[in-house]
């Protein structure tokens, strides 16, 4: 419980219908996409001007009380996971896009403006927002942000972060920094705003974005390619990169998923293959024939057992969406579903996809493996039952073989998901400790007091 006091100053700072305290109210806000993972918050606060944003932060700092930053809770690490006792600020009010600027090829916009409505504004000017994330028609820019969200374009460009050119961020005794600008070039100074891109909530609270935007490719190419065997997958991968070819989409399916996904959405795929490769092209109308086609024989060339190439913007989406409906298809077999996130060099894709296998055989698990195969980013899913302790022992023992090695393999703990409270444990493992604690010496100096998010990314 917070003070009834304090409750009484956030309200008059947010109006006393934008403060929820009530144990039925809290409930929505107490975990988020990551299963297993509940705590009880305080209260919640639904701030819609920056000025607001401060006073909060400046209201429970001045009483010692946690503050946990909320985009739209679809995290897949625990970052929106309230810390016992704390206020949750929660943004999704804070959701205008506030300028499209063609002249400076950029977009403004609330941390609480969601993923898919960025992209849509860019469109109206034919401009293009690249990152996509699975959750794009959920989640909010200020949580991409946060965790630097990849997605399925990532490949060909990039990540948030290539695209965040400033940023408004409220900081822990409430003043408001602004960092970055609209100009292309800008070293005045250490690059601030790169500190809090995927800081998960821990440095700062993230009120405004500016944003690169670039101009819309005027034609795609979309096509699916199935395989018998996991490694002709891998190879193509790398066949069409070492051709040159960056292709904007190489995502991965196996067969678990696959079956899944064919069991929930009917898009036509067969469920007897090892692995499916959704392949994305896009730019000028003739260099994409060109890609696709290069794209299409060097799949056969690898053994694919078929290709079939979408003929209009109807069957792109059709097939683009055997991968971005996986996570939810994977959800429905069993009653929870924890979805990893570790990524290896590209080289190593096969041995780690053949290892999460032999893995779940080992422990005696369902693990369905998707993932952004053109990153090396993959998302191994446990369908598990969290209510049976020993299946959950060894899942947990079963994560950790896989860690340790992506580790051994020169790969991270987390590719896009962020650590969290998930990937806590492995952290200091991957970085070493000169690496961690310099992370932690960077905490203690921009949030002395240890008010934003606590307990996250390290203890
Ligand atoms: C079905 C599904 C598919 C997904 N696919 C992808 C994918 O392809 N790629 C990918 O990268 N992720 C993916 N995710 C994970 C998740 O959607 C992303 O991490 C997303 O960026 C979280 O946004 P959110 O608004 O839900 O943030 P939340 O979950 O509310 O918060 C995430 C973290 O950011 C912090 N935060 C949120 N807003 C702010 C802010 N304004 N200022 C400071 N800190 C803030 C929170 O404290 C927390 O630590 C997926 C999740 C789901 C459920």
């Not at 006073?55 to 700092?61: G, N, Q, R, Y």
């Not at 929660?90 to 300028?99: E, G, H, N």
């Not at 090396?376 to 896989?402: C, K, Q, S, W, Y």
């Amino acid at each position: 419980m917070l003070q009834a006091s304090l409750i009484e100053s956030l309200s008059g700072v947010v109006g006393g219908d934008a403060v929820l305290t009530r144990a039925e109210d809290l409930v929505p806000y107490s975990f988020d996409g990551t299963a297993a993972l509940k705590t009880r918050q305080a209260a919640v606060v639904f701030p819609q001007t920056t000025t607001q944003v401060s006073d909060c932060v400046k209201l429970a700092a001045a009483s010692g009380t946690p503050i946990v930053t909320r985009g739209s809770g679809t995290g897949l690490s625990g970052g929106s996971v309230p810390t016992e006792g704390s206020l949750v600020v929660c943004l999704t009010k804070m959701d205008a896009i506030l300028d499209v600027d063609p002249r400076n090829l950029t977009l403004t916009a609330q941390p609480g403006a969601i993923t898919q409505r960025i992209d849509e504004a860019a469109g109206r000017y034919g401009l293009f927002y690249p990152p996509d994330p699975g959750s794009l028609r959920i989640s909010t820019i200020g949580g991409n942000v946060a965790e630097n969200s990849g997605g399925l374009r990532g490949l060909k460009y990039g990540v948030t972060r290539d695209y965040v050119m400033g940023l408004e961020v409220v900081l822990a005794d409430g003043r408001v920094a602004r960092l970055g600008n609209r100009c292309v070039k800008d070293v005045a100074g250490y690059s601030l705003k790169d500190l809090f891109i995927g800081s998960e909530g821990t440095l700062g609270i993230i009120t405004e974005v500016l944003l690169k935007l670039v101009p819309r490719p005027a034609a795609r190419q979309t096509m699916l390619a199935l395989y018998d065997r996991i490694e002709d997958a891998a190879e193509t991968v790398s066949a069409i990169v070492a051709a040159r070819i960056i292709p904007c989409t190489l995502e991965f399916l196996d067969r678990m998923t696959a079956g899944c996904v064919e069991e929930y959405a009917r898009v036509g795929l067969p469920t007897d293959c090892e692995a499916v490769l959704l392949m994305e092209t896009d730019g000028h109308p003739a260099a994409v024939a060109d890609e696709a086609a290069q794209m299409e024989a060097i799949a056969r060339a690898h053994r694919a057992r078929d290709v079939r190439t979408a003929r209009d913007a109807a069957e792109a989406l059709q097939l683009a969406s055997a991968r971005r409906n996986a996570f939810s298809a994977l959800a429905r077999r069993r009653p929870t579903t924890i979805l990893e996130d570790v990524t290896v060099p590209r080289s190593e894709l096969a041995t780690m996809v053949t290892f999460i296998a032999e893995t779940a055989s080992a422990f005696n698990l369902q693990i369905g493996t998707f993932g952004h195969m053109g990153d090396g980013n993959l998302h191994p899913t446990f369908l598990t039952d969290e209510r049976d302790a020993d299946e959950m022992a060894r899942v947990h023992r079963a994560f950790d073989a896989i860690v340790t090695r992506t580790l051994e393999l020169g790969g991270t703990i987390t590719g896009e998901h962020g650590v969290g409270l998930a990937k806590k444990p492995w952290l200091r493992r991957q970085l070493g400790d000169a690496t961690f604690d310099l992370m932690k010496s960077v905490k203690r100096a921009v949030d002395p007091q240890g008010v934003l998010n606590p307990g996250k990314v390290f203890d």
